[in-house]
């Protein structure tokens, strides 16, 4: 698929050129937009920490203070980049979603994957149920990571099978959904006073549980699966004028499909592996995305990975900030958030279609 196959309006004339560059500078100013959030999410927070700290601590450790070194690069620094990947990592996989699945409502946790991965928390933090051999300190998150990419297979088997259409898909994903609610409220139901306060601060989502191994896996699955991603953009692109349209340009929809429902679902399972259940990222990042920049996802899908990395960050700035004193989950803030803009979404969605 090259850029050659599909029509361009206008092709190559100084107008498209210019709404292009345009475009392009509008996904820069996300990029310096999300640069001064990550910064100002550092500084953040009850300790006083200020910009020339910051600076020392960063350009300068041997002259900081022990205190302020820790909490630079032991707390704050790993879970305001935490913020950044996770954001980038669920506003990437919405884009596709939304894309393959044909459905401006869809997100990462329609397929049920998010739902998959608390379950799969729920077991390891209520009743040490998880893989033998793993450590301690990993067995949640290697926990959601297994049960969030068991759904993802099923998932994957059902989209090969014949006649299972993107509408079955989707229906299949809410009932996995509710399944796995239920098992969820299952083992809170059981749970001790101890381990249902565990689950349900990490149903809530939280950065705290950020480290410098957390945020290197999560950074080598983006380093991966972005550039493949934008291999596909002309792809998707003309999969958003019709399934019949992109094959007529040469696009294998269902191969498409499968192997964008396997980079959503491993972003999606890594990142909800690592910091708990946070919604509406993957929602509304590439409904601004596609606001500033279109339907072409040559810059759809990094407008998609800024806007998602920008909210987050902002997200975790709120939640240190609203109330002094309190770390509000970042889960919290971004539902606060994300529910007046859904209801929005819904309404545009339901005016465009009468």
Request: charged content about 10%; glycine content about 10%.
């Amino acid at each position: 698929m090259t850029a050659a196959t599909i029509p361009q309006t206008p092709g190559g004339s100084a107008g498209y050129r210019r709404r292009h560059a345009r475009r392009a500078t509008l996904v820069g100013a996300l990029a310096v937009a999300l640069l001064a959030s990550l910064v100002l999410d550092i500084v953040s927070g009850p300790s006083g920490l200020g910009y020339a700290d910051l600076l020392r601590v960063l350009l300068h450790p041997d002259t900081a203070s022990r205190i302020d070194r820790v909490i630079v690069w032991d707390v704050r620094l790993p879970q305001a980049l935490m913020a950044v990947l996770v954001g980038a990592a669920l506003g990437l996989a919405g884009a596709e979603m939304q894309t393959v699945l044909n459905n401006p409502l869809a997100s990462p946790f329609t397929l049920g994957v998010s739902s998959a991965a608390a379950f799969g928390a729920a077991l390891a933090i209520v009743l040490g149920v998880g893989l033998p051999g793993v450590p301690v300190a990993w067995l949640v998150p290697a926990n959601a990571f297994v049960f969030a990419l068991a759904s993802v297979v099923l998932l994957y088997l059902l989209a090969r099978w014949r006649g299972f259409g993107v509408e079955s898909l989707v229906l299949f994903g809410i009932a996995l959904v509710f399944a796995f609610n239920a098992l969820v409220a299952l083992l809170q139901f059981v749970a001790s006073q101890d381990t249902l306060q565990q689950l349900v601060f990490w149903t809530l989502g939280s950065l705290a549980r950020a480290s410098w191994d957390t945020l290197g896996l999560l950074a080598l699955a983006l380093a991966i699966l972005l550039p493949w991603s934008m291999r596909q953009s002309w792809a998707l692109t003309a999969l958003t004028l019709g399934e019949t349209r992109a094959r007529s340009f040469g696009v294998d929809v269902a191969r498409l499909r499968r192997f964008s429902l396997l980079r959503i679902s491993l972003l999606t399972a890594l990142s909800v592996a690592f910091v708990g259940t946070i919604g509406f990222i993957g929602l509304i990042a590439p409904h601004i995305a596609r606001q500033l920049v279109g339907d072409d996802h040559r810059l759809l899908l990094p407008g998609s990975v800024l806007a998602g990395a920008l909210i987050l960050s902002l997200a975790s700035v709120a939640g240190k900030t609203l109330i002094p004193g309190v770390l509000i989950p970042v889960g919290i803030v971004t539902a606060l958030v994300g529910i007046p803009l859904f209801m929005l979404i819904v309404a545009r969605t339901r005016g465009e279609q009468s």
